[in-house]
């Protein structure tokens, strides 16, 4: 399983699924991060924690826990 957490940077995937239950899953969702977008990782923070993505035009900053739900290929 390919998750958002993974893919390296400048590199666009698109979401095959989310993992996750209740709140969690939804904010994600509520982000842009339904089953079919495209996401491109633009930068990874020096620690590694947040990634910068581009999810429909806009740019959004997700923590690595959250991205290691989202499943993509």
Not at 36 to 42: C, D, I, K, S
């Amino acid at each position: 399983m390919n998750t958002l957490k993974d893919t390296p940077v400048g590199a666009t995937v698109t979401v095959k699924k989310l993992h996750g239950e209740g709140a969690i899953k939804r904010r994600i969702m509520d982000m842009g991060m339904t089953k079919g977008t495209a996401v491109t990782v633009r930068k990874v923070a020096p620690l590694g924690d947040p990634l910068e993505l581009t999810v429909r035009g806009y740019e959004l900053s997700l923590r690595k826990a959250d991205a290691a739900m989202i499943e993509v290929e």
